[in-house]
């Protein structure tokens, strides 16, 4: 989930490793400071995802730069939140 919140991860410190960062001058899509939360990722069937877009109830706003898709990835990797059988879910290749 992206949130521009951010008090939240700057008081209880240990989420912050839980987050990413987006430098919101680099996104034309972004308008404040924002973080994606990796605290609580859902698995949700690819057709729901299709009809909430069909729906008009969400859209693709833009695409992460690579070095953030990076910092993505390495925050998935190590999360105390995401359960081990549901990286293969999350993550391509080798997720140990």
């Known amino acids: 989930m992206a949130t521009s919140k951010l008090d939240r ?3 209880v410190i ?13 996104y034309g899509f972004l ?5 994606l939360d990796f605290t609580s990722v859902k698995r949700m069937a690819l057709g729901d995802i299709s009809a ?11 695409q992460l730069e690579a070095d953030d898709l990076a910092r993505c990835d390495e925050v998935i990797r190590r999360s105390r939140f995401i359960q ?12 140990v």
């Open 31 to 35: 308008n404040r400071p924002t973080a």
């Open 52 to 62: 909430l877009y069909a729906k008009g109830l969400t859209h693709v706003a833009g």
């Open 9 to 11: 991860f700057r008081t």
């Open 84 to 95: 081990p059988r549901i990286l293969p879910l999350i993550l391509p290749g080798d997720f």
């Open 14 to 26: 240990h989420l912050a490793n839980e987050i990413v960062e987006l430098d919101h001058s680099r």
